[in-house]
Structure formats: C-alpha cells, structure tokens
C-alpha cells in the first residue's frame, strides 16, 4: 500500500522520505509538494494506507491542506508534522482522527518511531503540558533500576527485533524475553513493542552504539 508525504521544501522532504524509507518500502513512497495536489487526478491507483502532511506554520493553510490531503488519497492512517506547535492545528487533527502530530524537528529515529507506532495502531501527540523535572527523571531513575539484560533487550525492541531474534541475540528462550518485555511496556507505561520503541527514542533512553554482545549467562531474572 501506498505512503504520500506532501511536504513544500525539497530538501526537507528529501529528509522525511529517507527515514520513511526505514520503516516503508522504497517504491511505495509518493513525496510530494502541496503545489502538486493541484495537478493530482481525482484518485491514484493504489490505497494510501499512511498520509504524512508536513505543516507550514500558518494554521488555516495547515487544516485546509490536510483537510485537501485526506479528502483525495482517503488515507487509513494520517500523520502531521509541525514546524510551529498550533493548538488550533493539533485540535483540528485530533478531530479528523489524525493518528499522530509530530514536530518536524525530531530525530530520525524518533519520526521513525512515530511511524511504526501510527501503523501498530496507536497515537503520539505532545505531553499536554510541559513535565515537572522530577516528573522527568522519574523514567531514568525506573530505567536505572532494570537489569543489564532488560537494558539490552530494551535497545533490540528499538531496532524491531522479533522475539525470537532476540532469544537468539542475546542467547535466552523467547519465553523469558517476553517476560522481560513486559517488564519493559510496564516501565515505560507502553502497550505494545512499537510504543515502548517510540517512548524510549523520545525520552532519550536509546544508545547511539550498537547493542551488547550477548554475555555467557544464561537466562536472567525479572
């Protein structure tokens, strides 16, 4: 299925759909510019199962294009990037059903992240209000607090290892990787492997390196 990204800067959108290229296939990836909808026949051939709408900042220009946007390619699933944060923008999206508003800003994993979230199902908007600082160590602090296995299985999770690549990874049973996922979603207050991937890319708990090498032990405990 098909991914359009509409987007006006070129360099920008050049960027956007080279990390769309980590999570969507190539050939799939319609990049467009909001000039070209104009010039759009009514329908394209193939169902477009995400949109991605790149904000301009100005808020009426904004909700018309994604209102333009998702009235021609009648997308599953619709994320909005925002230069801006706009109330207006983001309150607009929530009622259209826009699965996610992502400022442009974020990293590649992070966006990344986004995506894989918004195809899993689920939704990523920003914190309503800005966090206390104690609010926000609280994370690190439960992160300090998991073993150097579940750390481990936390950055495989990340890059979208399966359970049982996992098991073989790092050399446990996928029974026990499962139970130290879980540990994870609970920790990170995450339903499923995409969302605990988003929350921990947004929440800086990723490594820039490469994971571990598996260790000689065996299973560890909870």
Not at 17 to 25: A, D, S, Y
Not at 117 to 143: D, H, I, K, M, N
Not at 157 to 186: F, N, P
């Amino acid at each position: 299925m098909t991914t359009v990204l509409i987007e006006d800067y070129a360099l920008l959108r050049v960027a956007i759909q080279h990390v769309l290229e980590r999570v969507r296939n190539a050939e799939d990836i319609l990049a467009i510019s909001p000039a070209h909808l104009l010039n759009m026949p009514g329908s394209i051939n193939r169902p477009v199962e995400l949109l991605v709408v790149g904000c301009s900042g100005a808020a009426e220009a904004d909700i018309g294009l994604l209102s333009q946007a998702m009235a021609l390619f009648m997308p599953r699933l619709v994320l909005a990037l925002y230069s801006v944060l706009d109330q207006n923008v983001m309150a607009a999206c929530a009622r259209a059903g826009v699965a996610g508003y992502l400022p442009k800003a974020s990293s590649p994993d992070a966006l990344a992240a986004a995506v894989s979230l918004v195809l899993a199902g689920g939704e990523c908007y920003p914190q309503p209000a800005p966090r206390t600082l104690a609010a926000s160590q609280a994370p690190l602090q439960e992160l300090r607090e998991l073993t150097q296995r579940q750390e481990e299985i936390l950055q495989l999770l990340v890059q979208g290892k399966t359970m049982r690549e996992i098991g073989q990874h790092v050399g446990i049973s996928v029974a026990t990787v499962k139970s130290h996922a879980r540990t994870l979603y609970w920790k990170l207050n995450a339903r499923n492997q995409a969302e605990a991937a988003y929350i921990a890319v947004q929440m800086g708990l990723v490594r820039g390196g490469p994971p571990v090498a598996p260790g000689a032990k065996g299973d560890d405990p909870l």
